[in-house]
Structures are given as structure tokens and as C-alpha cells.
């Protein structure tokens, strides 16, 4: 089946530091992956759409600035948050949609990221 | 806009119970329907879908039927196991939304022996 991989699985920053998280879609091609914001005992807050070769489309709320990501190629897509603060710290989870299909998305194992 | 119901948690089921999880949706058009679920510390695993109305999503012995006049999606299992226990998010994805995926809060599912 569909494989998603993230990298780190966990990352601990100091405040005012930046963090790349990566997702990369292991066995097919993805044109469009999704970056989600999972908060404790909660659903997912999808946070933006990337889509490969163009800009991210961000959902209403989330700080562009803040909150970079990058579709460089059809099997990887890069969060960046830039300067973190404790309040950034979450369970961010990335998704991919294969090119074949235009309905299933297939997630990443998640990063924990904490900023101290 | 799209939205998705699912039953409040958390559920505590003995083993070999009967499980039901209700899930009802509200979305323009017509929408793929999806069961994931979520074990402790990991992402999110797809469980079962159902494109279309009366299709039967199954999957490791969850099953759920698309029902277009009720708007739901239930997820049943007729004999859960300790190792069932995690979250279950139902969610739908539409293709007037862009093809984003909206998810309901997700179920706690807690299997005892």
C-alpha cells in the first residue's frame, strides 16, 4: 500500500529556533499533500495544502510567515516553523494524495515537536 | 460547509463486544467517505472508505455502509479485540472543497480483556 514517511518522528528546539520536518511519499507520486496540527485528545486542524511546483494554499488562521512549506518534488514536501515558540509545540501530521486518485489521502506517522 | 459528527467517546468495550460508532456528515455534492484510525503516539492509518451511496467500506472485520438518505457512515465490528483499541476518526473528502478532507473529533475506543 501507499507509504508516508515524516522525518524527524520527534524534535525538541529551543524558543526562537527553526525546524524542518519533512514528508515524503515513499511509493507513488504526489501532487498535492496536505500539513495537519493535531493538539492533545483532538481532531486534526488542517493547516495548509501543498501542491507541487506552486505556492501552498494556507487555511484561514495560519501564518504563512510562520509556518513555511516547500512541494519541491512530486514525493516530498518540507514544513519549515520558523522561529518557534512553546506555543508552537504539537503534533504536526502530514498527508498525500496519490496522482491515481482523487479521494484518499495517505498519512505520515506524525512529528512531535516541543520548543522549550 | 462540509462538516462531519461522530458519536462522543470515549467507549470502553469488553472483548469479543459488539462495537458501533456512529457517524453522520453534512457536505455539498457527493462526497468519498472515510474511517481512519489512530493508535497512541503514531499518524493516521486508513481503515476502510465507500465512494459512493450503498457502498460497503471493510476492513480487519470493521465494516461501514454509505447511506445517503440517513447521511451516515457507522463503523460496526461484531467482535472487538483488546488490539482494536485506539482513536477512529470519521471524515469525508468532496470535490467542491477543493478535495480537502474534513474530520470528525474522533472516537476513544478502549478494549478491555
Known amino acids: 500500500g501507499a507509504v508516508v514517511s515524516q522525518h524527524p518522528s520527534r524534535v525538541i528546539c529551543k524558543s526562537g529556533t527553526s525546524v524542518k520536518i519533512e514528508c515524503r511519499s515513499l511509493?507513488?507520486?504526489?501532487?498535492?499533500m496536505f500539513w495537519y496540527r493535531q493538539f492533545p485528545k483532538k481532531s486534526l486542524m488542517l493547516m495548509a495544502t501543498?501542491?507541487?511546483?506552486?505556492?501552498?494554499?494556507?487555511e484561514q488562521g495560519v501564518e504563512k510567515d510562520k509556518f513555511l512549506i516547500n512541494h519541491a518534488s512530486l514525493t516530498l514536501s518540507t514544513l519549515t516553523v520558523t522561529s518557534a515558540h512553546p506555543e508552537d509545540s504539537s503534533f504536526y501530521i502530514c498527508?498525500?494524495?496519490?496522482?491515481?486518485?482523487?479521494?484518499?489521502?495517505?498519512f505520515g506517522p506524525g512529528t512531535r515537536l516541543t520548543v522549550l | 460547509g462540509d462538516s462531519v459528527t461522530q458519536m462522543e467517546g470515549p467507549v470502553t468495550l469488553s472483548e469479543e463486544a459488539f462495537l458501533t460508532i456512529n457517524c453522520t456528515y453534512t457536505?455539498?455534492?457527493?462526497?468519498?467517505l472515510f474511517w481512519y484510525v489512530q493508535y497512541p503516539g503514531e499518524g493516521l492509518q486508513l481503515l476502510l472508505k465507500?465512494?459512493?451511496?450503498?457502498d460497503k467500506g471493510s476492513n480487519k472485520g470493521f465494516e461501514a455502509t454509505y447511506r445517503k438518505e440517513t447521511t451516515s457512515f457507522h463503523l460496526e465490528k461484531g467482535s472487538v479485540q483488546v488490539s482494536d483499541s485506539a482513536v477512529y476518526f470519521c471524515?469525508?473528502?468532496?470535490?467542491?472543497?477543493?478535495?480537502?478532507?474534513?474530520f470528525g473529533d474522533g472516537t476513544t475506543l478502549t478494549v478491555k480483556p
Open positions: 501543498s501542491n507541487e511546483g506552486s505556492k501552498a494554499t494556507y
Open positions: 465507500a465512494t459512493k451511496a450503498d
Open positions: 457536505a455539498t455534492g457527493y462526497p468519498s
Open positions: 511509493d507513488f507520486q504526489a501532487t498535492t
Open positions: 471524515a469525508l473528502s468532496s470535490n467542491t472543497n477543493a478535495g480537502k478532507s474534513t
Open positions: 498527508s498525500a494524495r496519490d496522482m491515481d486518485s482523487t479521494d484518499t489521502q495517505y
